[in-house]
């Protein structure tokens, strides 16, 4: 099983509302990444989770809420978006450790109205 | 640091004709590359990955890279084009943690 699923596939949220993306891994890997990405260019970081610890915040505005419950889940809680944050979130994960490969999900695609 | 540079935003073919993606990087150390694919309003699937050993590297539906020390470069290439590959092509390259992606290249294919 090579998967990364992510739910839900397509959200609409208000400025004002509070929503979860969700997804999950069964290949026990043990880093987990949220990426953003706008329309026509590549996937940004956003945040890294190494064996259920974040490692790695690119900076991401405080909106943007992670949570790894567990290794083989990673939510991420969005709160009083605006309408740039609309974009497609991926969820990756990989082996970690140097010259792995990562693996990605589907993607949520975001519209923030 | 590390970086890759994508040449060319768009690339078209004919179906049937060879394609040829372009990739360079900059590494300070050796470099861990890959090559991902993206279709409309889909995640990143793995086409290829050089590690080490065999510069020559296959991948899947039929696209091949080949890694050049010394043109720091990472080609894609794939003998004859069909329709189903039209789609957004990545370059990245890795050291020990996070992947560095390039701007991506837009493969497009006419009948």
């Known amino acids: 099983d090579t998967e990364v699923t992510q739910t839900p596939k397509h959200l609409v949220m208000g400025m004002t509302n509070k929503k979860s993306l969700k997804c999950e891994q069964h290949m026990g890997h043990r880093a987990m990444y949220w990426y953003k990405q706008k329309a026509k260019k590549p996937p940004e970081l956003m945040f890294v989770?190494?064996?259920?610890?974040?490692?790695i915040n690119e900076s991401v505005p405080s909106r943007f809420s992670p949570e790894c419950p567990n290794s083989s889940l990673l939510n991420l809680h969005l709160h009083a978006l605006q309408p740039e944050d609309s974009a497609l979130y991926l969820c990756?994960?990989?082996?970690?450790?140097?010259?792995?490969?990562?693996?990605f999900g589907q993607g949520t695609r975001l519209t923030v109205v | 640091a590390q970086s890759v540079t994508q040449l060319g935003s768009h690339v078209s073919v004919s179906e049937g004709a060879l394609v040829l993606l372009r990739c360079n990087y900059s590494s300070s150390v050796p470099p861990y590359l890959f090559w991902y694919v993206q279709y409309p309003n889909q995640g990143l699937q793995l086409l290829l990955k050089?590690?080490?050993?065999?510069?020559l590297v296959k991948g899947i539906n039929g696209f091949e890279a080949e890694f050049k020390k010394s043109e720091t470069s990472f080609h894609l290439t794939k003998p004859s084009a069909h329709m189903s590959d039209a789609a957004e092509y990545f370059c990245a390259v890795t050291g020990y943690s996070t992947l560095t992606f390039g701007k991506g290249t837009m493969l497009l294919v006419s009948p």
């Open positions: 050089y590690t080490t050993g065999a510069t």
């Open positions: 990756a994960s990989s082996q970690g450790g140097e010259g792995t490969e990562a693996f």
């Open positions: 989770y190494s064996y259920e610890k974040l490692s």
